[in-house]
């Protein structure tokens, strides 16, 4: 397939994917907020920090209040990674796909458009649960009918390779809010606030229910252990990982010895995940351990990108790069 | 304290992502009235030729049963099925772009629920003349190009084809594939006020709209379910394969399983949506220029899994775009030595590069010769009469008669650079006089016709509105010409306006041609 369009199709994923997670960063703070004792500060602060866009909302205002905070991450058009600008980079995306894409998906894409720009010319943020929760039945709905009607060929893979990849960053990122959350004194661990938080945390990446049936005590090894090295909750580090990896085989054609860039980086993370230990991981910091993961995600998102869209120019080089890669 | 930024979508390939503009949506509500049923009884096709009436009350014969139906309807009924295929096509994403509209990318080209209906007689003659068209312009751009005989017997003044902003001087010599050169073109037909048809225009680089011809059906079918049962109406779903049958016969012989493709310029062009509606359709790989490199010899694309030969291009780029190294050195959209390949027979281009000095309004002018000349036949469909500003007696007719003429610019399209003399200021009229002196042969003169007309829903009534017809045809060489029934009626929906294009107020029907 195109190079083009394989990357839109894998954009297309990956922002669709981001939306929702977004949804689902906010929801944890709107979880909390309705949680908290009487007297509890509300913190929006730890928001910015793990969407990483904290330099440009500092450049815009000085202080993370609840408003600006939604707003930045829901319906503000310059800031890149808000709801609304994911929902439209998608549909840009799609549109210019939609000839590869089933039209099914792409009605999907466009409802899921209007309904945040509608929502956005409304802006009722007293509202605003039902919008979160909307724009995640949106984007399941997407991947829905993108498994449903799409053929699993090369493009789906593409698809799939970004909404996984994307998912991965985004459960890291979920699990470290807690990283930045405070509790209101160091006496505070261990207690029923501290479980609070844990719990909203997990209702976020839609785990509380499956946790339980798992690991049943809250603990913070306990989500860790859950949102990272389970093999079977869908939202886990390490299923994502797994599942991104054999799309990229498919992607490739091949799953022999001497892989391409983008399968030695991908497959040593996921091998990391699946035979590392939870002691190991506290051992580095929980933070430090998924701070390192983002890194090695973006890589081997750069990896994809210059193994599969940034090809050479002609055969000539084409035969040369196949050469070198040969020779190393 | 540190922060890992998000892994953004590279910027540097995808260089036509844009942060998007503001983009309309959502349909204005229509108020409803409950109880009357929508009566064409106040309907008064006045003086002009009316599609669907002969008289006031009198519905023309081919029309009355699908005006009977719609008067039983009550009108919130009709009014909610309008709304209902409006809401389908802005769902389906059935958008133009409008250049130089900063308050936002895309529309909905307005749909109205009233079809136009053409009888079975009508049409036969239609087809039979568009057909001759195509082939006598098929012929001429041969000959021009390669021994330009028309020229040498004296039918067209050299001057007046090398002088045609469309003659491409490059594409001389040039033999494509099978001796075609336009295998797909969208004329411009209208009727005037004696119900006299005639072509206004002929369309040979890349004529759009038969997407909403596709699209307008399947609304109308959905709307209008029960319609479609009784009337006996042509079925217009078979121009995809239609299309594909004719790119897949360009294909050179040794190339058992051709790569067809479609070049659009990209998201951003007006008529994007079309573009990927006809790939998706054919089932063939829509590119943009950059997808494209010439290596080897050969056109190929740029896959994940390295280059792979192309070798028919359905083009969607104006000529003289096509390959930067040849003709507009800053085109963006086309590929550096594409003319090579096509000169050497290696991929086939469709419509051939070259083909628009048929469009330029002065060639234009000489079809009926052309037909004469080639086929030995009369013109069937007439030309609209043409006056050339070059001859100084013509013009001087033109220059004191501009308040009644309509003055058009030899080498534009699309309802632009024109003067319509009876809705112009007198200061306009001076432009153009000026225009005409300083440059005679880029402007010709035709009397203004007065558009036929068809009932339209506007504001919850039935209201006469101008129209035109552009009807697909495509050419190839193992079969006669292949028409497509009926094709885009386009609506001027302000009230007198004479102008359809989607670009400036215009609307679309559906259009039924009925079988005998």
């Not at chain 1, 800031?79 to 929902?87: D, L, M, T, W, Y």
């Not at chain 2, 308050?103 to 039979?128: H, M, N, Y």
């Not at chain 2, 002088?163 to 001087?169: D, E, N, P, V």
């Amino acid at each position: 397939m195109l190079s083009r369009v394989a990357d839109s199709i894998y954009w297309l994923n990956r922002y669709i994917e981001r939306a929702e997670n977004v949804a689902r960063f906010v929801e944890v703070n709107l979880n909390l907020l309705m949680d908290n004792p009487v007297g509890v500060a509300q913190q929006w602060d730890p928001l910015i920090a793990v969407t990483g866009d904290r330099t440009l909302f500092n450049e815009r205002y000085d202080q993370a209040t609840a408003d600006r905070v939604l707003d930045f991450l829901t319906f503000d058009t310059t800031s890149p990674n808000s709801i609304r600008s994911c929902v439209r980079a998608a549909r840009e995306n799609a549109r210019s796909v939609r000839e590869t894409i089933s039209s099914e998906m792409w009605e999907q894409v466009n409802a899921f458009y209007l309904q945040v720009e509608d929502a956005a010319k409304e802006k009722d943020s007293r509202d605003s649960y039902a919008f979160y929760s909307e724009v995640k039945m949106a984007s399941h709905r997407f991947a829905g009918v993108m498994d449903a009607t799409l053929s699993w060929t090369e493009s789906w893979h593409f698809g799939q390779l970004g909404r996984m990849l994307e998912r991965a960053d985004k459960t890291a990122r979920i699990l470290d809010v807690k990283y930045f959350l405070l509790l209101p004194t160091v006496q505070e661990v261990g207690t029923p606030l501290d479980n609070l938080q844990w719990i909203a945390l997990l209702k976020s990446a839609s785990a509380y229910e499956m946790y339980r049936k798992t690991e049943q005590m809250i603990s913070p090894a306990g989500v860790a252990k859950f949102l990272i090295l389970d093999g079977h909750f869908p939202r886990s580090i390490k299923f994502c990982l797994k599942w991104a990896e054999d799309s990229l085989s498919e992607i490739s054609g091949f799953s022999g010895h001497d892989p391409i860039s983008s399968q030695r980086a991908l497959g040593r993370l996921r091998a990391q995940m699946e035979y590392t230990t939870l002691d190991e991981i506290f051992q580095q910091g929980l933070h430090e351990f998924l701070d390192n993961l983002q890194l090695q995600l973006n890589n081997v998102g750069q990896c994809v990108y210059t193994d599969f869209i940034a090809l050479p120019e002609t055969t000539n080089d084409t035969a040369m790069v196949m050469g070198s890669s040969m020779q190393s | 304290m540190r922060e890992i930024t998000l892994w953004q979508k590279s910027q540097s390939l995808d260089t036509q992502f844009r942060s998007p503009k503001s983009v309309k949506c959502g349909i204005p509500p229509i108020l409803l009235f409950h109880g009357d049923t929508m009566s064409f009884r106040d309907y008064d096709p006045g003086d002009f030729y009316d599609e669907l009436f002969t008289a006031k009350g009198t519905p023309r014969t081919a029309a009355a049963l699908l005006i009977e139906r719609i008067e039983s309807l009550s009108i919130d009924s009709l009014i909610r099925r309008q709304q209902a295929a409006q809401n389908t096509l802005f769902k389906l994403g059935v958008t133009f772009n409008v250049y130089g509209d900063n308050q936002g990318t895309e529309r909905v080209f307005p749909f109205d629920v009233v079809p136009r209906i053409i009888s079975g007689q009508d049409w036969q003659a239609l087809e039979k003349g568009l057909k001759q068209r195509i082939t006598a312009l098929n012929c001429f751009l041969d000959d021009i190009y390669n021994d330009q005989k028309i020229v040498e017997d004296g039918i067209i003044p050299r001057e007046t084809i090398e002088s045609a902003s469309g003659f491409l001087s490059p594409c001389m010599g040039i033999k494509p594939p099978k001796g075609v050169w336009c295998h797909i073109t969208g004329t411009d037909l209208v009727r005037d006020r004696a119900g006299t048809w005639y072509v206004l225009e002929d369309n040979l680089r890349c004529p759009s709209g038969v997407s909403y011809v596709l699209e307008n059906r399947t609304v109308m079918k959905s709307t209008f379910p029960t319609l479609f049962n009784e009337l006996n109406i042509q079925a217009v779903d078979d121009y995809p394969g239609q299309l594909l049958e004719t790119l897949l016969e360009l294909a050179p012989e040794h190339v058992s399983d051709p790569e067809v493709v479609l070049l659009s310029p990209g998201a951003f062009n007006s008529a994007y949506f079309e573009h990927s509606f006809l790939a998706q359709q054919m089932g063939i790989t829509l590119v943009e220029g950059r997808d494209l490199v010439v290596d080897d010899g050969y056109v190929k694309m740029r896959t994940t899994k390295g280059l792979q030969q192309v070798d028919v291009i359905y083009r969607r780029i104006d000529d003289d775009f096509i390959d930067p190294t040849v003709f507009r050195a800053n085109s963006m959209l086309g590929v550096p030595g594409l003319m090579d390949v096509f000169r050497a027979g290696r991929v086939a281009i469709a419509n051939a590069p070259g083909t628009g000095v048929a469009d330029d309004k002065l060639i234009y002018a000489y079809v009926p010769q052309m037909i004469r000349y080639y086929l030995d036949e009369e013109q069937i469909i007439p030309n609209v009469p043409t006056y050339f500003c070059e001859d100084q007696k013509q013009q001087s007719h033109v220059l004191s008669n501009l308040d009644s003429l309509v003055v058009k610019a030899t080498d534009a399209s699309g309802g632009y650079g024109m003067l319509i003399g009876t809705q112009s200021s007198a200061e306009e009229q001076n432009l153009f006089a000026e225009k005409i002196k300083t440059n005679p042969r880029g402007y010709i003169a035709q009397p203004t016709l007065c558009l036929s007309r068809m009932p339209t829903l506007i504001d919850q009534s039935f209201q006469g509105r101008h129209i035109d017809l552009r009807p697909f045809i495509l050419y190839g060489q193992s079969k006669s010409p292949y028409v497509n029934p009926g094709g885009l009626t386009r609506v001027a929906l302000r009230e007198g306006s004479l102008v359809v294009n989607s670009s400036q107020g215009g609307g679309s029907k559906d259009t039924w041609v009925m079988n005998n």
